[in-house]
């Protein structure tokens, strides 16, 4: 197998794990809005609690996965060989009256 098709399967496995960690990163973050909506309806020294939880030990938990989770889609995409992340700006040819 040449490296390019090896490293296009490499890349094919990270985009997956990306996606879906991605996705799961995403809905763990709604799942906390939910909880800071329950707290505020709940009130009291059991919304201090919750929120305490929420922000105590699920949101580093969150920013951690999403991390990771972006550094493999980075990965991903250099190993395919995509760079989107430059700036593919062209120069614009000027018309003949303009210096």
């Known amino acids: 197998m040449k490296i390019k098709e090896i490293l296009g399967k490499i890349s094919d496995v990270l985009r997956v794990i990306f996606g879906y960690g991605i996705a799961i990163a995403l809905f763990a973050g709604g799942l906390t809005f939910f909880g800071y909506i329950a707290a ?51 120069k614009s040819a000027k018309h003949q009256g303009e210096m």
Request: glycine share 10%; net charge positive.
């Open 40 to 90: 505020f309806i709940i009130g009291g020294e059991t919304a201090t609690a919750i929120c305490l939880f929420i922000s105590g030990k699920i949101i580093p938990v969150i920013i951690y996965i999403s991390t990771v989770m972006v550094a493999l889609g980075i990965i991903s995409m250099y190993l395919k060989g995509e760079v989107a992340l430059t700036s593919n700006k062209k």
